[in-house]
């Protein structure tokens, strides 16, 4: 709300008995155009400080955001631009609004959201449990960064049971204190799901009568719209808004959207380190969640579209994807308690190798041959020579993370333009 004295955000979410969804809360929610002249849309506030009206006002902000009130570094009134701006907070209440959260915050970056939720709850001495695979640049942190801190890591892999997380949890107490359980779902590139549920009923057994540690899970490939992991248990939603929220490949952003103890803990580091996420840039992503259903939607059909096409092509060995997860199997049931819909970002195995797997993506004139995912246009990489280069061959194996796989993510483009764009790079295969 752009005002030093915010008032109560009075965008109405219900009509009667009626709530409103999403979509057509992004248009409006969190901003009283009243305060801009009228404007129907939020102005970018381009500033680096804020006028208070009277000194005792100035006392009372700093009051929030130093802590000495509880809040978590939350203040009465805008501040300053570190702490936050007016596009950052109507972005952050939008994005809330997805996961029917307490709180959220906005950053410069996803990796920018991940540290500092991990810097926020760890100490030394303490154990990060996590879910493996992670995105490249979260497990450097963890197994690199965090451990010259004196912060030690153990893992399950993505599919793991009840009966595994239990095990590697009780691992982990005797390590030392754990501070978080840190997830990613689906994990890149095998698309294995993570038991949100199974995770957050191993934490109540393990730690009964304990503080129990947040759990965290990283949402970027089937959030907002697909996944909504808060409500299977776990504490924090994380987000790199620079993929499906952003979703026209032209920011770098990231959040953090949860319980409000937890949100509260961050929030002070973020003030404390910087890292919020630019009025720009906020306001790019407001525009770009007005969109933000209908952009997932059409991407996600789009993609049931072309994997079916591709599933029975000839030289095509197999399809990584959400939506043909085998009936009865264990990711299956995961997939129907967690989501609502299959993504549109999926593995490509095609019959043979690195020279199949180079003469598909140089063949190809819609899909755009580039790393990252969830924008408007479709993108094709090969992650064995490109994304995940350094990882060691064993390992590679063991993530089938081979030469002939092509990692590909659906753009809104017309179907079959892009089916016929497949079918003529298959021809040059
Ligand atoms: C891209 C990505 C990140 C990192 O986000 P940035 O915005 O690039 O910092 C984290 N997790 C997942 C799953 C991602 O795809």
């Known amino acids: ?21 999403p ?27 804020f006028v208070f009206e009277k000194a005792a006002d100035g006392k009372r902000f700093f009051e929030g955001i130093t ?22 907070e109507i972005l952050e209440d939008r994005l ?15 990796m920018t959201a991940i540290s500092t939720l991990l810097l926020a709850v760890v100490r030394p001495g303490d154990v990060v449990v996590h879910s493996g695979p992670l995105y490249a640049a979260t497990e450097s942190i963890i197994d690199k960064i965090l451990p010259q801190f004196g912060v030690k890591w153990i893992d399950f892999p993505s599919g793991a049971t009840r009966e595994e997380i239990d095990e590697v949890l009780a691992k982990a107490k005797a390590m030392g ?25 191993a934490r109540a057994a393990a730690f009964a009568g304990e503080e129990l540690p947040p759990i965290a899970i990283d949402n970027t490939f089937l959030g907002p719209l697909w ?42 580091m973020r003030n404390t380190m910087g890292g919020i996420c630019d009025p720009n840039t906020a306001w790019m992503l407001l525009r770009s969640l007005e969109t933000l259903e209908l952009r997932m939607s059409r991407a996600g059909e789009n993609a049931e579209r072309v994997c079916e096409f591709l599933r029975d092509h000839p030289k095509v060995e197999k399809v990584g994807y959400l939506g043909f997860l085998e009936e009865g199997s264990r990711q299956a049931d995961i997939y129907k308690r967690h989501c609502t819909g299959a993504g549109s970002t999926f593995s490509l195995y095609l019959k043979g190798g690195e020279k199949e797997a180079f003469a598909f993506l140089d063949n190809l004139s819609i899909a755009h041959l580039a790393v990252s995912l969830g924008g408007t246009e479709t993108l094709a990489s090969a992650p064995a020579a490109m994304t995940h280069l350094s990882v060691p061959d064993e390992r590679k194996k063991q993530l089938e993370i081979t030469d002939n796989l092509v990692r590909i993510s659906i753009g809104v483009e017309d179907p079959d333009d892009l089916i016929a764009d497949f079918e003529n790079a298959l021809r040059a295969v």
């Open 227 to 268: 996944a909504k992991p808060l409500a299977q248990g776990a504490d924090v939603s994380v987000y790199s808004l620079t993929k499906y929220a952003g979703g026209h490949s032209d920011l770098v952003a990231g959040a953090l959207v949860g319980s409000r103890a937890v949100i509260d803990k961050v929030r002070f």
């Open 23 to 49: 979509a057509t809360l992004m248009m409006g929610y969190g901003f009283d155009p009243s305060l801009s002249e009228g404007s129907l849309k939020a102005p970018i506030f381009l500033t680096s400080t």
């Open 1 to 21: 709300m752009p005002s030093t004295k915010r008032p109560p955000k009075q965008t109405p979410t219900t009509i009667g008995n009626h709530k409103l969804k």
């Open 177 to 201: 204190r754990v501070s978080l359980v840190y997830l990613e779902s689906p994990a890149n590139p095998t698309n294995a799901l993570v038991d949100v549920e199974a995770v957050h009923a």
């Open 67 to 88: 802590g000495k009130r509880p809040g978590g570094g939350t203040a009465e009134g805008l501040v300053y631009s570190r702490f936050n701006g007016p596009n950052q």
């Open 96 to 110: 809330q609004i997805w996961e029917d959260a307490e709180a959220a915050l906005t950053f410069s970056s996803g």
